[in-house]
């Protein structure tokens, strides 16, 4: 059941938004998210579905953004995207201590409201 999970983490984002902004229908939610954690599209839209019948939100289309990899580099600190195979920090060019950055979730990327 992890995408019935996120569905409620992106419902909680989107209520926080909806208090803030005042707005009376959401259209669409652009969800960003890096390749490792990503889940589909489509299953993630089934279960928002089912979780906001009968809401303000009924209706609304969720989209998965994917965003790129990337790398923090564990000598320097440095954060990059490779942009071949081979990860390499561009600053102090050690290939060893990069690591991957893993959001920690999913983030709401846009909001488009009525
Ligand atoms: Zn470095």
Redesign the pocket.
């Known amino acids: 059941m992890h995408e019935l999970s996120i569905v409620e983490g992106i419902i909680a984002a989107v209520k926080r938004e909806q208090k803030r902004h005042h707005f009376r229908k959401l259209i669409r939610v652009d969800i960003g998210c890096n390749v490792f954690s990503c889940i589909a599209e489509e299953s993630l839209q089934f279960y928002f579905d089912s979780a906001t019948k009968g809401t303000s939100f009924e209706g609304s289309r969720v989209r998965v953004r994917r965003l790129p990899q990337e790398y923090e580099?564990g000598?320097?600190a440095?954060v990059f995207v490779p942009k071949t195979k081979a990860i390499c920090?561009p600053?102090?060019k050690?290939g060893t201590e990069c690591r991957l950055r893993l959001k920690s979730d999913l983030n709401i990327e846009a909001l488009e409201v009525e």
Request: hydrophobic share 0%; aromatic share 0%.
């Open positions: 580099c000598r320097c440095r920090c600053q102090c050690t």
